[in-house]
């Protein structure tokens, strides 16, 4: 069984960070492709980073690019999102999401495995 619980979520002010941690078990992390998504009250859930199986290629999304760095640890099976400069439009519930083949990183029906996901909330 392949389980993905996030961590590191909280409440935060503007212009502060913090660090997202996916752990994975259950299957062979290193396979996968890993990926964030979030989702904001009454919004659909929508692509924030994404990374290769090996962690050498990332690809992010317009609205988090140049803030936000995804990583992962293969050896540890953990996914990190580093976040910083939050800003108010970045509260949301986060998740991590696996996918073992997908032809679109932002695409949420590519990933079949999905955490329950980490509050974020940022105020002003």
């Known amino acids: 069984q392949w389980q993905l619980v996030e961590s590191g979520g909280g409440s935060v002010q503007a212009g502060d960070s913090l660090r997202l941690s996916c752990a994975a078990s259950?299957?062979?992390?290193?396979?996968?492709?890993m990926a964030w998504f979030r989702q904001a009250p009454g919004k659909e859930r929508e692509f924030v980073a994404a990374?290769?199986?090996?962690?050498?290629?990332?690809y992010d999304s317009d609205s988090v690019k140049d803030r936000f760095t995804i990583s992962r640890d293969n050896a540890a099976n953990t996914l990190y999102l580093q976040m910083n400069s939050l800003k108010p439009e970045d509260t949301a519930l986060y998740c991590c999401?696996?996918?073992?083949?997908?032809?679109?990183?932002?695409?949420?029906?590519?990933?079949?495995?999905w955490g329950k996901g980490t509050q974020v909330t940022v105020s002003s």
């Open positions: 999401a696996a996918a073992w083949s997908t032809s679109d990183l932002t695409q949420r029906s590519g990933y079949g495995y």
């Open positions: 259950g299957r062979s992390f290193s396979g996968y492709t």
């Open positions: 990374i290769s199986r090996s962690g050498v290629s990332t």
